[in-house]
């Protein structure tokens, strides 16, 4: 009787277990994030996009600058970054991948982190709100700090030279369609230079080569002389006849 009572305290026991690790296992970061370090200062920055416009399925590059103002050593061990919902920021259209660090800033120092994440293809050119968030801890305990996704925000792009540059107030970023290179205004551009310059060669071959006129062109220019003879004949029987009038009255 004992061991039966044994082998289900010790079955239960297992189930319990099993289930507490499947929570750690399938926690995701961005859920019951924890608090933000009192000493540390964060500042985004992206360097190919300082308007907060995004291309739809191209790579974005982000930087974080991390500060570190305490007396303690923070390892920055991650980033990570999701794409919202302007209306409701629990509904993510992205999230984007969990790049590891490791890195540790001692106190006084600080270091940029380099971030790339790609917009998928199929989204839409419209207004999301984008939260990238910095994780990091210290021996006792862990923090993290999401550094894009404020209001009023302000980048550091130097911390040798101290220099912000001003954000507009608003959360959210715009994604677009990115253009070809070859869009309808250089297109039509590049055919409308061909033209005035076949029309260019054309009449400096009619200038310089009279004996040897391409037929086209010939029968242009012999049709405009023609037509001019047409008109100064006519012009001159009108005078005659006119003169003629006059010498009758």
Not at 70 to 90: C, D, H, Q
Not at 118 to 146: N, R
Request: charged residues 20%; aromatic residues 14%; proline residues 5%.
């Amino acid at each position: 009787m004992k061991t039966v009572v044994y082998l289900f305290l010790v079955a239960v026991f297992s189930i319990v277990s099993a289930q507490k690790a499947e929570e750690v296992v399938y926690r995701h970061p961005l859920t019951d994030m924890p608090p933000s370090a009192e000493d540390v200062e964060t500042s985004p920055f992206f360097p190919e996009h300082t308007d907060q416009k995004f291309p739809i399925g191209e790579t974005v590059t982000a930087l974080c600058h991390f500060i570190n103002d305490g007396s303690a050593n923070y390892n920055v061990s991650a980033i990570m970054g999701s794409l919202n919902s302007p209306f409701e920021f629990g509904h993510h259209f992205q999230n984007y991948s969990y790049k590891t660090f490791g890195t540790i800033v001692k106190p006084g120092e600080e270091i940029t982190f380099k971030y790339n994440f790609q917009l998928h293809k199929e989204l839409e050119p419209v207004d999301y709100q984008l939260a990238i968030t910095v994780f990091y801890e210290s021996e006792q305990h862990s923090f993290s700090t999401t550094f894009f996704n404020q209001v009023n925000r302000s980048i550091y792009i130097s911390y040798r030279v101290p220099r912000f540059i001003k954000l507009s107030n608003s959360q959210t970023v715009e994604l677009y369609y990115p253009t070809s290179e070859f869009d309808v205004e250089t297109i039509s551009a590049v055919l409308y230079g061909l033209i005035c310059l076949i029309g260019i060669v054309l009449v400096v071959v009619y200038a310089c080569f009279p004996d040897k006129k391409i037929p086209i062109v010939s029968d242009f220019f012999t049709k405009v002389n023609q037509l001019e003879k047409n008109n100064i004949r006519t012009l001159s029987t009108k005078v005659i006849d006119v003169k003629s009038l006059v010498v009758f009255c």
